[in-house]
Nanobody, 125 residues
Framework: QVQLVESGGGLVQAGGSLRLSCAAS????????MGWFRQAPGKERGFVAA????????YYSDPVKGRFTIPRDNAKNTVYLQMISPKPEDTAVYYC??????????????????WGQGTQVTVSS
């Protein structure tokens, strides 16, 4: 069992920056591929970014490519979402997720076994 706790959400101005953190319990953090998803009001939850177990590969949705990054620190059992130049359309509840399966599509929410409770990000114009 893995518990994920997100933090760092809040209100940010467009063009600013914000860093979300997701802390995982347990000692096997480096066994998990990690992802960030988001859900805006009235919309389905969608993929934002993902990183493989070792951190060797990262993946991004087109809307955030070039603006967001997803570093991980396996020593701290934490994955981050660094948001640079956020836009009002990035406003959503952001969820982190952990998946044990290897060789899966990390952009697919079904590849994940554990989810955090979510953290609200609001970007003002």
């Amino acid at each position: 069992q893995v518990q994920l706790v997100e933090s760092g959400g809040g209100l940010v101005q467009a063009g600013g920056s914000l860093r979300l953190s997701c802390a995982a319990s347990g000692r096997t953090f480096n066994n998990y591929g990690m992802g960030w998803f988001r859900q805006a009001p009235g919309k389905e939850r969608g993929f934002v970014a993902a990183i493989t177990r070792s951190g060797g590969s990262t993946y991004y949705s087109d809307p955030v490519k070039g603006r967001f990054t997803i570093p991980r620190d396996n020593a701290k059992n934490t994955v981050y979402l660094q948001m640079i130049s956020p836009k009002p359309e990035d406003t959503a509840v952001y969820y982190c997720a952990a998946g044990l399966k290897s060789s899966v599509d990390l952009a697919n929410s079904r590849s994940y076994d554990y989810w955090g409770q979510g953290t609200q990000v609001t970007v003002s114009s």
